[in-house]
């Protein structure tokens, strides 16, 4: 069984501002984990992706995360925010199995402010 | 990657009444599944379309109240039936050619009066 829990509903930051988005998973077998996002009134876009391979991965619009398995994290981040980069962000994972659908995260809504 | 549409985009319905919704993919998938998304809240998976048979569903979702369809590898179809208020959600499609490489659709925003 996995499941991922996401530190903070809310987080809010200045244009301009580091953006840390928190992950954390559970997994019984090593997982395959995912960061979307979903702005307002649309569906979700994938934003970057860990299967195997380098730990960091580089993801759309300048985000990135980085597997860290000790720490069982999977935490997106952006040096710089957008006002663009507001919406709602999801952590999710499979197992590497690649036998399961998606179990998402809580969700995280980033508010940049001018 | 593949795109993915769904009809219809919102809809508002009466309590009693049921509601189909479409999702299309512009290209051959292996993998469709449904989603919930209640106002506020996560995502929760309510089955996987399987082409050709009866979908897989997941703990607390049941066939009578969700009928899906998946004629063929680019079209499946989500039924809620005998809507309540609390059926009121977002439903999202997603699809792709294996578990981890999953497209979402835009979702069907669903009110129930």
């Known amino acids: 069984a996995q499941s991922v829990t996401q530190l903070g509903s809310h987080v809010s930051v200045s244009e301009g501002a580091l953006v840390l988005l928190r992950c954390n998973y559970s997994?019984?077998?090593?997982?395959?984990l995912f960061w979307y996002v979903q702005y307002p009134n649309q569906g979700l876009q994938l934003l970057l992706k860990y299967t195997t391979g380098a730990t960091l991965v580089k993801g759309i619009n300048g985000f990135e995360a980085e597997f860290k398995k000790s720490e069982t994290s999977f935490h997106l981040t952006k040096p710089s925010a957008h006002m663009s980069d507001a919406a709602e962000y999801f952590c999710?994972?499979?197992?590497?199995?690649?036998?399961?659908?998606?179990?998402f995260g809580s969700g995280t809504r980033l508010q940049v402010q001018p | 990657s593949a795109v993915i549409s769904q009809k219809p985009s919102r809809d508002i319905c009466q309590r009693g009444t049921s509601l189909t919704i479409q999702c299309q993919v512009d290209s051959q998938v292996t993998m469709m599944f449904w989603y919930r998304q209640q106002p506020g809240q996560s995502l929760t998976l309510i089955a996987t379309?399987?082409?050709?048979?009866?979908?897989?569903?997941e703990s607390g979702f049941v066939i009578d109240k969700f009928p899906i369809s998946r004629p063929n590898l680019t079209f499946s179809t989500l039924t809620v039936s005998n809507m309540s208020p609390e059926d009121s959600s977002i439903y999202l499609c997603?699809?792709?050619?294996?578990?981890?490489?999953?497209?979402f659709g835009p979702g069907t925003r669903l009110t129930v009066l």
């Open positions: 997603s699809a792709g050619l294996s578990y981890n490489e999953q497209f």
């Open positions: 999710a994972v499979t197992p590497d199995t690649g036998r399961r659908a998606l179990t």
């Open positions: 379309a399987n082409q050709g048979s009866e979908a897989t569903y």
């Open positions: 997994s019984s077998v090593p997982p395959y």
